[in-house]
């Protein structure tokens, strides 16, 4: 927003030439949305808990050490929204596509998560939103934001046969980590919507899952934010007439680098949270928080062209939903469990591990993972 009212005025006062700059910008996001999240933290943690006073907040399939946790707050991802959102706003372009993709996304996300949890609170009951209509709402968020910002909709020119065909802005093309992509980069043509949306929706679904434990998903969400502005800088930067995407043999994606803003704002928003969410926390994120970073961090795999690399990156939260798919799956047909409880960090509290052991050496594992996405880009 400050771009496209005070960079005109650059002529007249040189300093609002800074603006031009991503790097600017994208510093300047992720302190702002850092500076909202701290600041209007204690007074909405607060307003939590009295609207929510009397409510447990604690999933029932959680170890009965969760009890302690009784009280504490719920819907702290609104905070994160607020943050992130308000900040993408002021410092990024609001003529970028991509940008508004990835923020439509993550609000439409956040929409069906604080539906989920005020239902959850309203009715004092769990279940919240059914698990189905959760998978339909996000299906269709996908879609809308597809159809209506990442696609060109034309007429066929024969006047006999006219009709609407859309044209895809993003590449449809999948790429693969640590391979080049002038080796080898299959297109999936219409096959990429289903495997775009599928990346998306799964991709909300894990961190959703790994929200288990204070400060556990929110760190990881970090990193991942980190790791896709780099790579979303280096997707769309050309430094004096030369291409970074070209030099390291990636897909070139125009505009990619106005992500950079969005990343840093999640960023900023998300160290906000942890200050509260750290063990033991104030607050818990909630689904309106884990859909909707989720759902933000699937865009980003998509819009970067770094779908399956995300699956590196998102370990933590991949190695969470193949733990509970073996629990269920083996259950069904075996009536044993493989883990003591599944998601797989339950299974180590349960195996006696204090909570921030878990929590710390799941952090340590998300760095490392992202250093290997990292990695993945030179050796291409």
Same mark, same amino acid.
């Given at each position: 927003?400050?771009y496209h009212?005070?960079?005109p005025? /650059? ?11 991503? #790097? ?9 949305a850092?500076?909202i999240?701290?600041i209007?933290g204690p007074a909405f ?5 009295v609207?929510q ?5 604690v999933?029932?399939? !959680?170890?009965?050490?969760h009890?302690?946790?009784a009280?504490?707050?719920s ?7 607020? /943050?992130?959102a308000?900040s993408t706003?002021?410092?990024g372009?609001l003529d ?12 439409g996300?956040?929409?069906?998560g ?8 309203s009715?004092r009951? #769990?279940?919240g939103?059914a698990g ?5 709402? +996000?299906v ?10 990442l696609?060109?909709w034309?007429?066929?020119a024969?006047?006999?046969?006219p ?7 993003i590449?449809?093309h ?9 080796l ?7 096959l ?5 949306v599928f @990346?998306?929706?799964?991709? =909300?679904?894990?961190v ?15 990193i ?6 780099a790579? /979303?800088y280096?997707?769309g930067?050309?430094?004096a007439?030369? =291409?970074?995407a ?11 680098e106005?992500?950079g803003?969005?990343?840093?704002a999640?960023?900023?928003?998300? @160290?906000?949270?942890?200050w ?5 926390? +104030? ?5 309106v ?10 865009m980003?795999?998509?819009?970067t062209?770094n ?7 998102h ?5 969470? !939903?193949v733990s509970?798919?073996i +629990?269920?799956?083996s ?34 594992? /998300?760095?490392?993972?992202?250093? @290997?996405?990292?990695?993945s880009?030179?050796?291409?």
């Amino acid at each position: 927003m400050l771009y496209h009212f005070l960079y005109p005025l /650059s002529a007249r006062v040189s300093l609002f030439n800074v603006l031009r700059y991503p #790097s600017f910008r994208i510093v300047a996001a992720g302190l702002t949305a850092m500076v909202i999240g701290l600041i209007l933290g204690p007074a909405f943690i607060e307003r939590m808990r009295v609207l929510q006073y009397g409510a447990s907040n604690v999933r029932e399939d !959680t170890p009965d050490g969760h009890k302690k946790k009784a009280g504490t707050p719920s819907m702290g991802g609104a905070l994160i929204l607020l /943050s992130l959102a308000s900040s993408t706003l002021l410092w990024g372009r609001l003529d970028n596509r991509l940008v508004w993709a990835a923020l439509l996304v993550t609000i439409g996300y956040g929409a069906i998560g604080f539906t989920d949890d005020w239902l959850k609170l309203s009715r004092r009951d #769990s279940r919240g939103l059914a698990g189905k209509k959760k998978l339909v709402f +996000q299906v269709l968020v996908v879609l809308a934001v597809y159809y209506g910002l990442l696609t060109d909709w034309h007429v066929h020119a024969d006047p006999r046969f006219p009709w609407l065909f859309v044209g895809s802005r993003i590449d449809t093309h999948l790429t693969l980590p640590f391979i080049p992509t002038r080796l080898f980069d299959p297109d999936l043509g219409w096959l990429y919507l289903p495997f775009m949306v599928f @990346v998306v929706v799964a991709t =909300s679904n894990a961190v959703n899952l790994t929200d288990g434990l204070d400060g556990l998903a929110i760190f990881p969400t970090i990193i991942s934010a980190m790791t896709f502005l780099a790579l /979303s800088y280096v997707a769309g930067s050309t430094i004096a007439g030369f =291409s970074l995407a070209e030099y390291l043999r990636i897909v070139s994606i125009p505009g990619a680098e106005e992500l950079g803003v969005y990343c840093a704002a999640v960023f900023g928003a998300g @160290v906000a949270f942890l200050w509260f969410n750290t063990y033991p926390a +104030q607050v818990f994120m909630g689904d309106v928080g884990s859909l909707a970073l989720g759902g933000g961090l699937g865009m980003l795999a998509v819009l970067t062209k770094n779908e399956l690399a995300s699956a590196i990156l998102h370990g933590v939260f991949l190695a969470e !939903t193949v733990s509970v798919i073996i +629990q269920v799956t083996s259950f069904k047909y075996t009536g044993k469990r493989v883990f003591r409880m599944a998601p797989i960090h339950h299974h180590f509290e349960l195996k006696g591990w204090a909570e921030p052991k878990i929590i710390v050496r799941f952090w340590i594992i /998300s760095v490392m993972l992202a250093l @290997v996405a990292l990695m993945s880009i030179k050796l291409r």
